[in-house]
């Protein structure tokens, strides 16, 4: 038995892995291959049954991985993205949480045949989106910067308030059989709604101070945080059933929102955690759907998806933006993608159960019917919401272009031979001759550090994929490396390497390796290299390879006063000469290097 848990276990992390994977392979959101693992697993082949493998454990580690995966959404909550957009926001989990329950709700009734407090409940469960689907389908919808914050903050702060309100509606339908429903409902209320805020303000703005202050050691800040969204989760429950999940939401949103506490590295961390936990709770959630229960899905469950996709959602949409600065093609979209997640799976689960207990048999079909719903809008809107924002002309160019730290001349004309192949550039130094030499040359800028508060948010990083770092200063470069990784992954970020005769410097006295960029252009070809050459009169020279003239050949003609920078595929595609990896580019592609002219003859 302990060997099997053992292998189950084993089993569920690495299939979480392989379905990542697989989802960043195909552009699509993890949840689709994550569900499908899971009713492999459980009911088509009975390798994993979650119940016998967990226990009584299951719901309660749960339960933990779900306020871990919503600590984590609220420390991206930032007030000052939101600005322009409070309204649309507060309207969406206001009223128009409410709007779309109440249909969910009468669909469940009329379409389903849920008694009406079963249809309460799904519609009240059914009022969460959630950042477990939301943020993997903005990577791939990638929706402009409003549609996308107000899509972000609706999901992650929905969450909890639409637990809150299936718990009321759970405990309505408790305390009806014996009598004084609605007063023992707001009683509820009020209690998991002071618990949750108080709880939650005041273990945020003490672990910030902590964080402030340095009174923890760096080493510890991840572990201490980890321990302190379990306790706060675990506590707010003990003293108000179910506010633990509102509890952990504020503790997330107090804390990033406070001056000077440095949470960049709990969100890389908890990030990397939620990631593991989404994946397996998914897999254990499906898991636990029985045939049985699915083969009585009819033509009414269909028509529940059906009106909460194309009713409910975009009518909430549309009263909750009256007035809004948003577009109607921004609106269309907002109302389109709204799929369900993980809390409406982990609560569907625990109040199917515990409804059973209390003689609701068909509260059986809450499971099914509440995993049909995630489905189908996961699959209808990862599939149609990218063309559609492609349609309404409101998604963000592909991350085709290039952020250069520097503006030096080594940077101007890079960039500008980058420009002038169709590829955005934009130019960040501290340095205003730098700068406005840049402008002169028709290339957009920054003036500021790259690194700096002020670029955070002021810096338009819409339609850039890729970082250079190009500065003389190779502290700013690694700097940048380090602090853009997040934005454009290890495969994005690159750095001038030092030269040759700096090398037993470097080791010495410079960045560890690990923490620098992708070594730009080739060992050896520094920031001194490059811009002695262009002093000596080189120039970057484009070349489109052919059968004739294939890269082979232009080695052979260039290979002592040529450096090779870039690639351009025939499909517009840029590749970055680096000295970690090999490129050979074929026919069509054209070939960006720097080219030193040819030596004179001597005189005679």
């Not at 709007?99 to 799904?122: C, E, Q, R, V, Y």
């Not at 009174?215 to 945080?225: A, F, G, K, S």
């Not at 577009?327 to 515990?354: D, T, Y």
């Not at 670029?455 to 190009?470: E, N, P, Q, T, Y």
Request: charged share 15%; proline share 5%; with cysteine.
């Amino acid at each position: 038995m302990n060997e099997h848990a053992l292998i189950a276990l084993a089993g569920i992390g690495l299939l979480g892995v392989a379905c990542q994977w697989l989802a960043w392979r195909a552009k699509l959101p993890a949840i689709l291959f994550l569900l499908i693992a899971g009713i492999l697993a459980g009911p088509v082949t009975g390798w994993l049954n979650p119940d016998r493998l967990f226990g009584d454990l299951l719901f309660p580690l749960v339960s933990l991985a779900v306020a871990v995966i919503l600590f984590e959404g609220s420390l991206t909550l930032k007030l000052d993205e939101i600005r322009g957009l409070e309204r649309v926001v507060r309207n969406l989990v206001s009223f128009g949480m409410l709007i779309s329950g109440t249909i969910s709700a009468a669909a469940a009734h009329w379409l389903f045949g849920f008694d009406w407090p079963l249809a309460a409940l799904f519609g009240a469960m059914m009022t969460v989106t959630g950042p477990t689907v939301i943020v993997p389908m903005l990577r791939t919808v990638r929706p402009n910067a409003a549609v996308a914050k107000a899509l972000r903050w609706e999901g992650i702060v929905i969450d909890p308030l639409g637990a809150l309100l299936a718990v009321l509606v759970f405990e309505f339908i408790i305390s009806s059989q014996a009598g004084d429903a609605l007063g023992h409902a707001a009683l509820v209320f009020a209690l998991i709604l002071g618990t949750g805020i108080a709880l939650g303000v005041a273990t945020g703005h003490l672990l910030g101070l902590l964080l402030r202050n340095y009174l923890i050691p760096e080493y510890l800040h991840n572990v201490v945080t980890l321990g302190l969204v379990f306790a706060v989760f675990a506590g707010a429950n003990a003293v108000a059933s179910e506010s633990g999940l509102l509890a952990v939401t504020v503790m997330g949103m107090w804390l990033t929102n406070m001056k000077r506490v440095p949470v960049e590295a709990i969100l890389d961390f908890k990030e990397s955690l939620s990631m593991f936990f989404i994946s397996g709770l998914f897999i254990i959630l499906a898991a636990r759907l029985h045939p049985g229960e699915m083969a009585l899905m009819g033509w009414g469950a269909l028509g529940v998806l059906a009106v909460m996709q194309l009713i409910a959602r975009p009518l909430k949409v549309a009263l909750a933006t009256v007035g809004s600065t948003l577009s109607w093609r921004e609106r269309v979209l907002l109302g389109w993608i709204g799929p369900r997640g993980i809390i409406a799976a982990a609560i569907s689960a625990l109040f199917a159960l515990r409804l059973q207990e209390h003689g609701y048999a068909e509260a059986k079909l809450l499971v099914p019917l509440t995993f049909l719903v995630i489905i189908g809008t996961v699959v209808l809107q990862s599939l149609t919401a990218r063309p559609l924002a492609r349609l309404l002309g409101v998604a963000e160019p592909e991350p085709r272009g290039v952020l250069i730290v520097g503006a030096n001349p080594v940077a101007r004309a890079i960039g500008r031979a980058l420009f002038k192949q169709g590829f955005p550039v934009i130019l960040a130094d501290s340095s205003w001759e730098h700068v406005s030499a840049a402008r002169m040359d028709g290339l957009s800028t920054y003036h500021g550090n790259p690194v700096s508060e002020h670029a955070d948010r002021r810096l338009d990083l819409v339609g850039i994929g890729h970082l250079f770092g190009l500065s003389p200063q190779r502290d700013l470069n690694v700097l940048a490396a380090r602090y853009y990784r997040r934005e454009f992954g290890d495969r994005g970020v690159f750095t001038l390497t030092a030269s040759l005769e700096d090398d037993q410097r470097e080791s010495k006295h410079g960045v560890a390796a690990e923490f620098h960029g992708r070594p730009l252009f080739g060992k050896g070809v520094s920031y001194r290299k490059l811009a002695e050459r262009l002093r000596q009169g080189a120039e970057i020279r484009a070349t489109t390879l052919s059968e004739q003239f294939d890269y082979a050949a232009w080695c052979a003609a260039n290979a002592e006063r040529a450096i090779a920078l870039f690639a351009i595929d025939p499909r517009g595609k840029l590749r970055i000469f680096t000295a970690d990896a090999e490129i050979k580019p074929g026919v069509g592609a054209v070939l960006l290097a720097l080219v030193s002219p040819e030596a004179k003859p001597p005189a005679a």
